[in-house]
């Protein structure tokens, strides 16, 4: 019984263990995405799934700036959009996005094609992408919503191919969540031209 335990016992550290190792590992090669985007060394922090239990914010990513307006050093990022940035970078093929590459955007609608199977598919991943390009605008500086979204569209095709995309996914990405803009919270939303 006491040789039962003790096992039970290894087998949940080391699993605790592995989960810690594996969060690092993806937060380091995250940081280094943000830190490039940012312009200086940065931090990732990915949630862990007991914060997870009690996270009640709508927010996938934030930066918390001081009271003179500088950003911190760290952005935090809820443990779903790491994960699905962990796994685009373990990926060698993105299929979960590949249907973009087909879309031509000059005649997509957000109100007609928003929920189309395409869209359905890629949102998690295109929106986990934008969130960490997002989040490395505030790192940047930019403390308004709707000009860290615009900024981040301009550079979420950066983001794919730093996270292991081709150029092509990486425009794609950019063109949806573009094209999302219409159904975006106001204070993330830019006139057009205006960015």
């Known amino acids: 019984m006491k040789a039962a335990a003790t096992i039970v016992v290894v087998l949940l550290v080391s699993g605790w263990l592995w989960t ?17 985007l940012a312009g200086r060394p940065v931090h990732v922090h990915c949630e862990t799934w007991i914060a997870q239990l009690v996270d009640v914010s ?10 003179y307006g500088h950003p911190a050093d760290s952005t935090h990022l809820t ?10 970078r373990a990926e060698s093929t993105h299929p979960e996005i590949a249907c973009l ?24 991943t295109a929106e986990a992408i934008n969130t960490l390009t997002h989040e ?20 979420d095709a950066r983001t ?12 794609a990405v950019a063109s949806f969540i573009l094209a999302l803009q219409p ?13």
């Open 101 to 124: 590459l087909a879309v031509d955007w000059s005649r997509w609608s957000y109100g007609r094609d928003s929920g189309d199977t395409c869209a359905r598919r890629a949102h998690g």
């Open 183 to 195: 159904g975006m919270p106001t204070e993330y939303q830019f006139a057009a031209g205006a960015c």
């Open 20 to 36: 810690k190792h594996a969060r690092a590992v993806n937060e380091h090669a995250l940081a280094a995405v943000a830190s490039r």
């Open 58 to 67: 709508a927010n996938s990513g934030e930066v918390w700036f001081d009271q």
């Open 79 to 88: 443990r779903s959009t790491c994960g699905l940035l962990d796994r685009f």
């Open 136 to 155: 490395s605008m505030h790192l940047r500086g930019v403390r308004a919503e709707a000009l860290a979204q615009c900024n981040a569209i301009k550079n």
């Open 160 to 171: 794919t191919v730093q996270l292991g995309g081709t150029q092509q996914e990486g425009q």
